[in-house]
C-alpha cells in the first residue's frame, strides 16, 4: 500500500455490518476482545508466534481469528489484508510501545481514537504542556540534574510500565542511576497514595456529565503493584539497600482495584473535564478511554503526575465492572465501552468522527 492514504476514504469503502475489531495479543486485549464480542462484533487478535495458545484458556475472551508474525514490525505488510476485513484496531500501551509512535502513526488502518495523541503522550514535555495548559496540579519539574535537593522520580519516555524509574535524592545518585542513552524527565517525588483514574470521552454521546462537546465518564480506577519498591520496606532502608547493589524499581507486575472518598469525585470529574476540554484545542480531541496517573497527598490534593491517551492495563480488573461503571451501566468494562462507541458511530453515521 502507498504511504499516502486516507483513513476517511478506507472507512467509506468498509461494509460497516461486518466489522472486524482487532489488537495486539497483550496488555489489555482480554478484555478488547471480550467487550467487542459482547456487542456483537467479530475480533482479530495480532500476535507473535507461539503467542496464541494462551486465549485456549479463555474462550470468551479468545479472538475469531490471528494474523500471526514474526515480529510486530511486519503488521504494516497486512495492511490491505486487514482493510479487507474491515478492520478498526484499538491501540494500547504494549502496542504503541512494540511497533514505535512513527510506524503506528503512519499505518494505514483505521484506528479507534485519535491517533495524533499519542506523540503528545509518549513526549513527556509535551504531555505537560497540555496538562499544565489544563490547569492540572503538577508535581515540580526539575530541568538540570545539579537541581536536585529533594527526592525525585526521573522517568523515561514512552509507555514502559515503569521499567527503569528511578528515585534519587542528590545529583550524585541521578548520574549513578540513570541511562544516557535516554530520553528522561526529572520529577519531585510526591509522598501520597497513588491513584490512577480511567476516563471515557464520547463525542457522540451528550447524556450524562456534559462538556462542550459529547460527554465524560469514570469508568473506574485502580492502584499498581510495582517490583520491587513495594516490598523494600521489609528489607530496610533504601541506603542500606543501595550500598548491598539493591535498588528500587517500578516495573509494573499487576493492579488492585480502589474505590476513593466519594467527597474527591467533583474534583475527579474536573480534571478529566479539563484534559478533554484542553486536547479538543491543542489536536482535535482526546477520543475514547484515557487515565490520569495521579497522587493524593494528606491535604487531599490530587498531583498528576502522567497521563495515558489510551486503554491502560489498569482497567484489567473491571472485566465485570467496577464500583463506577456499575452505575453507568451494570457490567460494563472499558473494552466494551469502546465497542459500544464503535457501534454508536456507525448508528449515526459518524464513524470518522472517532476513528484516524
Known amino acids: 500500500m502507498s504511504n499516502s492514504f486516507s483513513i476517511p476514504e478506507i472507512l467509506r469503502g468498509y461494509n460497516k455490518k461486518s466489522i472486524t475489531i482487532a489488537t495486539v495479543c497483550s496488555h489489555s486485549s482480554l478484555q478488547i476482545f471480550h467487550g467487542a464480542r459482547k456487542e456483537g462484533f467479530k475480533t482479530l487478535g495480532i500476535a507473535l508466534k507461539g503467542r496464541t495458545r494462551i486465549y485456549d484458556a479463555f474462550p470468551l475472551a479468545k479472538p475469531d481469528d490471528f494474523l500471526v508474525l514474526n515480529d510486530y514490525k511486519e503488521l504494516r505488510g497486512h495492511a490491505e489484508e486487514l482493510i479487507e476485513k474491515n478492520v478498526i484496531i484499538i491501540p494500547h500501551g504494549s502496542m504503541v510501545e512494540y511497533l514505535g509512535i512513527k ?39 526539575f530541568e538540570s540534574p545539579d537541581d536536585i535537593d529533594v527526592p525525585v ?10 521499567r527503569g524509574f528511578f528515585i534519587a535524592r542528590t545529583p550524585e545518585e541521578f548520574w549513578k542511576g540513570i541511562d544516557r542513552s535516554q530520553k528522561y524527565t526529572i520529577q519531585e517525588y510526591i509522598i501520597g497514595t497513588r ?22 465518564q469514570l469508568l473506574s480506577i485502580d ?13 530496610g532502608s533504601q541506603e542500606h539497600l543501595k550500598a548491598q547493589g539493591i535498588y528500587p524499581t517500578f516495573v509494573v507486575t499487576g493492579n488492585v482495584p480502589v ?19 484542553r486536547s479538543l484545542k491543542l489536536m482535535g480531541g482526546m477520543i475514547g478511554s484515557f487515565c490520569l496517573e495521579s497522587v493524593v497527598t ?33 457490567g460494563l468494562s472499558t473494552g ?13 453515521d459518524r464513524l470518522e468522527e472517532i476513528i484516524s
Open 259 to 277: 474505590v476513593i472518598r466519594e467527597s474527591l469525585m467533583p474534583e475527579v470529574m474536573e480534571m478529566g473535564e479539563k484534559v478533554v476540554e
Open 103 to 141: 510506524e503506528f502513526e503512519s499505518l494505514p488502518v483505521p484506528t479507534f481514537g485519535n491517533r495524533r495523541i499519542l506523540k503528545w503522550e509518549s513526549d513527556r514535555a509535551m504531555e505537560r504542556v497540555w496538562l499544565e495548559g489544563a490547569g492540572i496540579s503538577m508535581p515540580k519539574l
Open 223 to 235: 492502584r499498581r503493584d510495582e517490583t520491587n519498591i513495594d516490598e523494600m520496606y521489609k528489607l
Open 298 to 330: 494528606d491535604r487531599l490534593e490530587f498531583k498528576v503526575f502522567e497521563m495515558s491517551a489510551r486503554i491502560v492495563a489498569g482497567t484489567n480488573p473491571f472485566i465485570s465492572g467496577s464500583p463506577y461503571s456499575e452505575f453507568i451501566m451494570p
Open 336 to 348: 466494551q465501552r469502546i465497542a459500544m462507541e464503535i457501534k454508536e458511530g456507525i448508528k449515526q
Open 195 to 216: 491513584y490512577y483514574l480511567h476516563y471515557f470521552y464520547s463525542p457522540l454521546i451528550e447524556d450524562g456529565y456534559r462538556l462542550s462537546r459529547g460527554s465524560l
Open 153 to 162: 522520580l526521573v522517568k523515561y519516555d514512552g509507555a514502559r510500565g515503569g
